[in-house]
């Protein structure tokens, strides 16, 4: 039992880094085209992912049966985990409680955002040159981007930290010394992959969006 248990969290732990943390990198830089470089730059990054060798296989294996192996048993390690906050204020203790609280925000809001875009584009209602128009829709509604702003900032907590806790647990950085400057480096990187995600949603509000979802809108209201 125990043995299987210490293999369950080793597992949760690898996939939270690879391959859902490549993941995650490589949708921060893609939604970041759309701030840098405007609704051209974000439709060429998209279009280079779908046209991919064997996507569907890709994001198959490389995310959606990691995702929901790692947020399922995410849930249940928060449901059963103790805190010792209240005993022990430690800035590590407070960091374990913060994973898990984060680890639950990010389940639920990545599971409501692939509703919003893959789902949607599944299913025909979006295809893959409108998702930064529909990005635009979502977005400029006030309350939707205070849930986007929090569950951005909810990923990069939970997987900058993990990504600390990955490489003590698994033994790569052995010592208090090395644990310090692997903390500064993953602060330095929450605090970038932040930026980068909160700018990406300032861009999806830009006027370039703006205007194209107002053509969309039009285009459909005539064909309606």
Same mark, same amino acid.
């Given at each position: +039992? =125990? ?29 970041? @085209? ?8 974000? *439709?060429? &990054?998209? =279009?280079?992912? !779908? ?26 390690? @928060? ?5 010792? %906050? ?8 407070? @960091? ?23 789902? *949607?584009?599944?299913?025909? /209602? ?8 529909? +990005?635009?829709?979502?977005?400029? *509604? ?9 569950? %951005? ?7 900058? !930290? ?16 090395? *644990? =310090?400057?692997?903390? +500064? ?9 932040? %930026? ?9 509000? &830009?006027? /370039?969006? /703006? ?14």
């Amino acid at each position: +039992m =125990k043995r299987g248990y210490f293999y369950s969290r080793k597992l949760h732990s690898l996939l939270g880094i690879i391959p859902l943390g490549f993941f995650i990198l490589e949708h921060m830089i893609t939604n970041y @085209a759309a701030y840098d470089g405007g609704k051209a730059a974000f *439709q060429d &990054s998209v =279009k280079f992912l !779908n046209e991919l060798p064997l996507i569907f296989f890709l994001e198959l294996f490389g995310i959606w049966l990691p995702l929901l192996y790692h947020g399922v048993y995410g849930l249940y390690i @928060a449901y059963t985990s103790r805190n010792n %906050v209240g005993n022990y204020n430690y800035g590590r203790n407070i @960091a374990f409680m913060m994973q898990r609280i984060t680890g639950v925000i990010t389940f639920i809001f990545v599971t409501w955002h692939l509703y919003q875009t893959r789902f *949607q584009i599944a299913i025909g /209602e979006v295809s893959h040159e409108e998702l930064g128009t529909h +990005m635009n829709d979502i977005v400029t *509604q006030p309350l939707m981007f205070v849930v986007y702003i929090i569950g %951005v900032l909810a990923a990069s907590y939970h997987f900058t !930290n993990g990504l600390w806790a990955f490489l003590v647990s698994w033994g790569i950085t052995v010592g208090p010394r090395a *644990q =310090k400057v692997s903390s +500064m480096i993953c602060t330095g990187l929450f605090v970038l992959m932040s %930026v980068l995600f909160i700018l990406s949603l300032i861009g999806f509000r &830009s006027q /370039e969006f /703006e205007a194209a979802a107002a053509a969309v809108q039009q285009v459909q209201s005539v064909i309606g």
